[in-house]
């Protein structure tokens, strides 16, 4: 049996550098203690039927080879009438746009194929946990500038001053956000704009919940900002808003020449996105407005009941802008730190949920926080509810 020792000698220094999600390692105790799994944000409810008998026909009608490397030309062509339709852009399906396996791959290809060792990447945190693990396996060095709360707003001098080290090449932006549920506003938005133009950066924006918006906010794609056109890596994916996390169709959508650096990575990464599920991600992108309208409303609802719930537990959630997450402090847990109320909650009431401390590059930032997602059946939340009524303090 190789020992601990031998087997992390054997690492390269990048995998050494890397952890385990700390949101797959809640999954993982979510099954051990037959949690109800409010740590990954996967919805237990079933996808649309329309786009799952487009998968099915797909796979009926044979599109089960290797596909166009960088997306089936049905999947480009529906995303070149979503972009245009709903966000007024213009997107040459032949030339700036590749289909990946997941917006995961989407932002790691992104990185890999347009910095260089040694860039800096200015990321917002609290951030999702992949961002700063991207940049490390591209040879980039991230530099963190705070989100603050309660509406998660960033300081315009603390952003300036990242920028003017004069290293930063690229900036992370994800929007609607993740685990804040922040929305980034137009105002905001054009600061960055400007501080990219001046300092010849790039935006890679990850706007996978850019349908998943309430009272009244509204998602502004930043390449739809002036003078962004050229200089924006556009990610998303089907993942979160058709409920099909586990079918891994992502995208980026770019100016030809990072397209083109974006094709070459994701070509030796992974050649390919699934064949049939891109057809039914073509099929997917097709659906009417009402479809949309009606997600955003159900996820409001769900929103309201895990704010409820939270409350009625004796917690502290941010009611988010957009996305299904809420950040929420736990200090009335009297536990010493989130680690140790993620895992007693898991424990003892059987509800998983994200230590906020992963969401942070100093973890002391995130130590009274969870991280929860609400992207369950209404019965689900309800009876985490339940569940954690009965915990008023773990230690």
Not at 66 to 93: C, F, H
Not at 132 to 156: C, N, T
């Amino acid at each position: 049996m190789i020992s601990d020792r031998v087997a992390t000698a054997r690492m390269s220094a990048t995998a050494a550098s890397l952890t385990e999600s700390v949101i797959r390692e809640m999954t993982r105790l979510a099954a051990e203690h037959d949690a109800i799994n409010l740590a990954q944000g996967f919805p237990d409810f079933p996808a649309p039927e329309a786009v799952k008998q487009a998968a099915m026909t797909a796979i009926a009608e044979d599109h089960n080879q290797y596909p166009i490397t960088w997306g089936q030309v049905s999947i480009r062509r529906a995303l070149q009438r979503k972009y245009r339709d709903w966000y007024n852009m213009e997107v040459d399906p032949e030339r700036q746009i590749c289909v990946t396996c997941g917006a995961t791959e989407a932002m790691i290809a992104t990185m890999i194929g347009c910095l260089n060792p040694g860039d800096e990447v200015v990321v917002f945190e609290p951030f999702y946990e992949n961002y700063g693990a991207d940049a490390v396996i591209a040879g980039a060095v991230p530099r963190y500038v705070s989100l603050r709360e309660p509406d998660w707003s960033f300081d315009e001098a603390e952003l300036r001053q990242a920028f003017g080290s004069g290293r930063v090449k690229a900036i992370v932006i994800n929007d609607p956000n993740n685990p804040t549920g922040k929305v980034f506003r137009r105002d905001e938005l054009s600061v960055i704009a400007e501080l990219c133009q001046r300092y010849g950066a790039l935006a890679i924006t990850d706007e996978i919940y850019e349908h998943i918006v309430y009272d009244g906010a509204s998602h502004i794609p930043m390449a739809t900002m002036p003078g962004m056109e050229d200089r924006t890596v556009t990610i998303s994916a089907l993942s979160k808003t058709y409920s099909v996390t586990g079918w891994r169709v992502g995208w980026t959508i770019a100016p030809s020449d990072l397209t083109d650096a974006i094709r070459r990575v994701h070509d030796f990464l992974t050649v390919g996105a699934p064949a049939p599920l891109q057809e039914a991600g073509a099929a997917a992108l097709r659906l009417p407005v009402t479809y949309y309208e009606q997600l955003a409303a159900d996820y409001r609802e769900r929103r309201e009941v895990m704010i409820g719930v939270l409350r009625d537990a004796g917690l502290d959630p941010i009611v988010p802008a957009g996305a299904y997450y809420t950040m929420t402090d736990v200090s009335a847990l009297n536990a010493p730190d989130d680690v140790t109320a993620a895992h007693a909650l898991v424990r003892n009431a059987r509800v998983a949920a994200v230590p906020g401390s992963s969401f942070y590059s100093r973890p002391e930032l995130g130590q009274t926080k969870l991280r929860f997602s609400f992207s369950k059946k209404l019965d689900t939340l309800r009876e985490a509810g339940r569940r954690l009524s009965s915990i008023r303090a773990v230690a």
